[in-house]
Nanobody
Framework: QVQLKESGGGLVQAGGSLRLSCVGS????????MGWFRQAPGKEREFVAA????????DYADSAKGRFTISRDGAKNTLYLQMNNLKPEDTAAYYC????????????????????WGQGTQVTVSS
């Protein structure tokens, strides 16, 4: 299993930007697709973005398209989520997650595909 730790959350005004990071350790980080999910109070955890193991394929929730960019740096074992033009409805705890299976070509979206999770980082967007 891979251990994941997120950072980069904080308080930002609407229209601002944040970059989240997720550092992985343990199993070979670069062999696995990765994803970002978020969970607001009283709501279910929802998919935000994912990237396949090689970085050649990405997928986004409709709410993230055009504003968020997922990327990864294999040499640093780090996953990123660049978030621009933030809105109050983006307020949530953000979690990174690693795929259960290595070398999957497509970027996964389903919650059940991910077997390792970080503890989350809080993003708060004020209006």
């Amino acid at each position: 299993q891979v251990q994941l730790k997120e950072s980069g959350g904080g308080l930002v005004q609407a229209g601002g930007s944040l970059r989240l990071s997720c550092v992985g350790s343990g199993r070979t980080f670069s062999n696995y697709a990765m994803g970002w999910f978020r969970q607001a109070p009283g709501k279910e955890r929802e998919f935000v973005a994912a990237i396949n193991w090689s970085g050649s394929s990405t997928d986004y929730a409709d709410s993230a398209k055009g504003r968020f960019t997922i990327s990864r740096d294999g040499a640093k074992n780090t996953l990123y989520l660049q978030m621009n033009n933030l809105k109050p409805e983006d307020t949530a705890a953000y979690y990174c997650a690693a795929d259960r299976v290595a070398f999957q070509i497509a970027a996964p979206k389903a919650y059940a595909r991910f077997g390792s999770w970080g503890q989350g980082t809080q993003v708060t967007v004020s209006s």
